[in-house]
């Protein structure tokens, strides 16, 4: 695929690989290793913009971040006042850019009206994207093809989205119904890639520089947004531009466990990489041995010494 610089209004990204927001996942130590190894731009992890507003299980420490100059904060919500409010608040002071997401799938996020459930209401859609535009942010927007298998709403979606002064729309090449799982639906993107003239960026199923051609060559999107695939290649990003990683796996994992016990304390960093271990090492040799060992850890220090097995 081609990589280049994106436009989103006045600001310029380094390049069109995106990391994606995934929540549990990509905190500000996350985040700011995969800038270090090649992303052009990262997404915070889906933060409640009502949570903000009373600040519901310390919402706003998900919005710490080591360099807030190419990260964009990610709020979901379906009251565009709390939108709005949280985009103007002094806690997002610091992010020039704030992503709406209208394609989470979970459940608990689905039945309150929020995430992918706004893909039934495209009227809503449009209330809130014009209203988060008067925050004076730059604001994009984050959807999936549509809530169930035959849907197909992102062409629309992009077309309000676009109509109602976002910048930059991302779609997700599934149904929410679908979770992650499933060949992403090409054609979907690729209409909707061709009714706006923002930029819009592909998602879902990016493992490797194949599918990334693919997804290019099939959509005619601007650029990419990886997720798991980025999880399971940590270099995935500097494999696509043609750069060799300045160091290796185990460096970037030791510096994630590093930055992370130091803010959050050791315990919750150890309990907390569980959710990593199937990816880092689903390739390792004895992977499922190492897995169980990992799994059962409580220090920072003893995943350090596995490893150092592994590794």
């Known amino acids: 695929m081609e990589i280049k610089k ?22 500000f130590a996350v985040r700011s290793l ?17 949570g903000l507003e009373y600040n519901v299980n310390g919402s706003k420490k998900l919005l710490y971040s080591e360099d807030y100059s190419k990260t964009a904060a990610q709020l979901f919500g379906h009251e565009e006042y709390y939108l709005r409010a949280a985009m103007e608040s002094e806690i997002l002071k610091d992010y020039r850019i704030c992503d709406i997401n209208m394609g989470c799938p979970v459940p608990k996020i689905c039945k309150n009206g929020d995430g992918s459930a706004l893909l039934a209401d495209g009227r809503k859609a449009e209330k809130i994207i014009k209203e988060c535009v008067k925050s004076g942010k730059i604001i994009t927007v984050k959807i999936r093809t549509g809530i169930k298998e035959g849907d197909d709403v992102a062409e629309e979606f992009a077309k309000i989205a676009e109509g109602s002064g976002a910048s930059l729309i991302t779609v997700h090449g599934r149904v929410r119904e679908k979770y992650y799982s499933g060949e992403p639906d090409y054609n979907a993107i690729a209409k909707a890639k061709k009714a706006v003239k923002i930029p819009v960026i592909a998602n879902g199923g990016i493992f490797t520089e194949e599918d990334a051609d693919k997804m290019i060559n099939e959509t005619g999107a601007d650029g990419i947004m990886l997720a ?20 290796d796996k185990k460096t970037f994992i030791f510096t994630q466990l590093d930055k992370q016990s130091e803010r959050f304390g050791e315990k919750f960093t150890a309990v907390a990489f569980r959710k990593f271990v199937p990816y880092y090492f689903k390739n ?28």
């Open 6 to 27: 994106l436009k989103i209004k006045d600001y310029e990204t380094e390049n069109n690989l995106f990391l994606a927001p995934m929540a549990g996942y990509t905190d």
């Open 34 to 50: 995969f800038l270090s190894v090649g992303a052009g731009l990262a997404f915070t992890e889906l933060i409640s913009a009502k």
């Open 228 to 247: 798991r695939g980025a999880l399971s290649d940590v270099f995935l990003f500097e494999k696509l531009q043609g750069v060799k990683p300045d160091f």
């Open 284 to 311: 390792a040799e004895n992977a499922k041995e190492h897995r169980i060992r990992l799994m059962q850890t409580t220090s920072v220090e003893e995943i350090k010494d596995i490893i150092n097995e592994i590794l």
